[in-house]
């Protein structure tokens, strides 16, 4: 198999994240339109990420936030979104950088992305990776997670439609 010197899988990544950087960028300059909100899986002990003590202890590996009716103060940058949130009625301020992000979710219109941890992706040599077509991304419908926060990650439904990068281009 030819080496991939170009990198795609990172490209696509990186790309699929700029999806998400823009939809909580909307979100927080105009709020959630109609029905829409997030449900956002992440690694809760990677690089950036920064909990409170208590719900590290509670959520040790990850953790799913909801985006939804009660956070406020959502500010995105390049690199991460930091919110606050309420648990258990103790407000807590999150910062979660966009490569600790293991799935996206908008049940509203059964939209989600997946992604592979940054640094698996950036440190598998490009021979050794499977082969993707070129229309089929790491994105892929996930289930609704069903609690405010919880401990497994979303999995993709049997069946999933990959989303094709061609739906964010300007016509």
């Known amino acids: 198999m030819a080496t991939d010197h ?11 994240r700029g999806v998400l950087r823009r939809v909580l960028t909307d ?8 029905e829409h909100h997030f449900f956002i899986t992440f690694l809760s ?10 719900l590290l202890a509670q959520y040790p590996e990850e953790m799913t936030v ?7 103060d959502l500010v995105v940058t390049e690199d991460r979104f930091e919110v606050g949130l309420s648990f258990g009625g103790i407000p807590e301020r999150l910062v979660v950088p966009f490569n600790s992000i293991k799935s996206f979710f908008d049940p ?3 939209f989600g992305l997946q992604f592979e941890p940054a640094d698996a992706a950036s440190e598998a040599p490009a021979a050794n990776l499977p082969a993707v077509p070129a229309s089929a991304p790491s994105a892929a419908p996930v289930p609704a997670p069903s609690a405010e926060t919880r401990e497994e990650p979303a999995k993709p439904s049997e ?9 964010f281009r300007k016509k």
């Open 6 to 16: 170009i990198r795609y899988d990172v490209l696509a990544r990186d790309a699929l």
């Open 27 to 34: 979100a927080a300059e105009h709020g959630l339109p109609g």
């Open 45 to 54: 002990t990677a690089d950036g990420v920064k909990l409170s003590p208590r």
């Open 66 to 72: 909801i985006l939804q009716h009660q956070f406020w």
């Open 108 to 110: 509203s219109v059964q």
């Open 159 to 167: 069946g999933a439609e990959v989303v094709r990068l061609d739906r």
